[in-house]
Nanobody, 127 residues
């Protein structure tokens, strides 16, 4: 059984940092596309960042580019979030594609579709 488990969310001050983790079990993250999404109450889910574990290529949404960094170590994917901005709380989810990805990451990775999702971890930025 495939499981993606996010952790690392919490309450942080404006300008602060958090590092989210997505630990995978039942699925090797080799040669995969992994993404982070976020969803605020009443809003659509938004793709934030994605990584190809085939070649390490990454992609970011314009709203987080330069502030967030996605990375991977073995079977865990991280999202380092710096210079956090105030806003409504959001739940951050990681997602993975079941099929193997043998290419560089593409912008479509912020949309999907993805086959596996974690349960999410909440991030709140206090002003």
């Amino acid at each position: 059984q495939v499981q993606l488990v996010e952790s690392g969310g919490g309450l942080v001050q404006v300008g602060g940092s958090l590092r989210l983790s997505c630990a995978a079990s039942g699925l090797s993250l080799d040669y995969r596309a992994i993404a982070w999404f976020r969803q605020a109450p009443g809003k659509e889910r938004e793709g934030v960042s994605c990584i190809s574990t085939t070649d390490g290529s990454t992609y970011y949404s314009d709203s987080v580019k330069g502030r967030f960094t996605i990375s991977r170590d073995k079977n865990t994917v991280y999202l380092q979030m710096n210079s956090l901005k105030p806003g409504t709380p959001a739940v951050y989810y990681c997602a993975a594609i079941a099929g193997l990805m043998m290419t560089t990451i593409q912008p479509m990775c912020l949309i999907g579709p993805y086959d596996y999702w974690g349960q999410g971890t909440q991030v709140t930025v206090a002003s």
